[in-house]
């Protein structure tokens, strides 16, 4: 079978997993159609702003790409195919539940942030936890998502006067203006012409690979392994064991917490609660699309994963995949898009993160001095992140943000109780990323550097006591009174 027909397969899986899963999910959460949204019961014409469907769509499938499905995938391939299966069943189980839930809940809760919305489900205790959690990571996405695309922009403009740190300063530029303007006066116009040019590039790669004569290195045989040694053997040049490892690398496309700090943003522009599955649910399958993409072109590009890991860095490999499959103009195309993708996270990152501030402060917005008064030490404490090693940042960022899904997660299952009482769809995801995060914080160089055995013992003890924890609560989720009897402003 050609290799790229499992690519299309893989595609496949993630569409039906939309028309049949997704549904599913909208019907536990039980939509009105009918119930006023924030974006117009509480309009300000600075972030409460009503949109239509295919634009709210577009800006947030862009506020939660990021790098994370190009750069996160392609170190996710070291691990063999067992990634795309990561990829797929993620998004549909983990991904798709995270960013629909938690998108809908912050439409009842008024377009608030994760803070605001732990403060009304688990009680204060937890809410100045997960306020400073958030606000770290997006700092750190924000800061992230601007050495990437300035190191890339500045190989386009190699010999010229604008180098990194000329583009570092005009990213820093756009993301405070981004962050202060009114959300339809930038994003809401940009956005879209951005998020066309981003799927374009996606369909780019995909096609040349698809008449391309190349090789899916991960498919080939693997002596007496078998098929189930070719799939889920240990490919890892450094002999890495891909649980949990696979899982914190491979974070959007698959699961991002990140996104729980993106949908609030978009809680605030959607029309009508009916077009909460295709932007929230639809954005995250779209996003697995592209991590497929990028995950299936580093198995095949590449003959082997030491010749993936010789490589090196993540946009090298950006920069050498699109320039073989689509050419010098395609190549040059697609790199742009590559690089507007962290751009377009970043600046949501910090806009975000001023929102979050303002939900704890209580700070009116409507002000352009009030956001300025927020953004600009935002931006300063960004400025000096940006001279720490980008491998540190992101590690420190992959495993803050698989930590913030997993917060996220267990949120939803306990507001899916209060729906339909049907909490299992969340509270299973929750419960695996439970015992993925905390055997990789125990594991890992930046974490306490265990053994491999007692990490994955501490980290199912962990997953079980969370699970035991979160039903013995279960009847006090239940009968609280359901949020969706409040209109917007009531909460």
Known sequence: MPHIVYFFLAVLALILGYAVYGKVVERVFHVDGNRATPALAMADGVDYVPMSMPKVFLIHFLNISGIGPVFGPILGTLYGPQALFWIVLGAIFAGGVHDYFFGMISIRYCGKSLPEVVDAIFGRKFRALVRVFTLLLLVLVGVVFVNTPAALLAKITAGTFVNVKVWTLIIFLYFICATVLPINKLIGRVYPVFGLMVLIMGLGVAGGMAF???????????????????????????????????????????????????????????????????????????????????????????????????????????????????????????????????????????????????????????????????????????????????????????????????????????????????????????????????????????????????????????AALALGLFLRRLSVFRRDVPLETAAPGEV
């Open 212 to 462: 391309g004569d190349y090789v899916f290195y991960g498919w080939e045989p693997a002596g007496e392994a078998g098929l189930w040694g070719r799939l889920f053997g240990n490919h890892h040049p450094g002999n890495l064991p891909a649980w949990p490892l696979m899982c914190i690398t491979i974070a959007c496309g698959a699961l991002s917490g990140f996104h729980a700090t993106q949908s609030p943003l978009m809680a605030r522009c959607v029309v009508n609660e009916r077009q909460g599955r295709p932007v929230f649910y639809g954005a995250m399958i779209m996003e697995g699309v592209i991590a497929l993409v990028w995950a299936t072109a580093g198995m095949t590009l590449y003959k082997s994963p030491e010749a993936l890991a010789a490589v090196g860095n993540p946009g090298l490999v950006v920069d050498q995949v699109c320039r073989a499959l689509l050419g010098p103009a395609g190549g040059l195309l697609a790199i742009v898009g590559v690089a507007a993708l962290p751009v377009t996270s970043g600046d949501t990152a910090f806009r975000a993160a001023r929102l979050l501030i303002a939900d704890a402060f209580r700070a009116p917005q409507e002000a352009i001095e009030s956001r300025l008064a927020i953004a600009i030490p935002l931006f300063i404490v960004g400025g000096v992140l940006t001279q720490v090693d980008f491998h540190v940042l992101w590690r420190y960022f992959a495993w803050s943000n698989q930590t913030l899904a997993t917060l996220t997660l267990w949120v939803c299952a306990a507001y899916a109780a209060r729906c339909s009482g049907m909490h299992w769809v969340a509270t299973l995801p929750a419960t695996y990323m439970t015992a993925t995060v905390t055997s990789y914080l125990c594991a890992a160089p930046e974490g306490f550097q265990m053994a491999y055995t007692p990490s994955v013992a501490i980290g199912c003890a962990a």
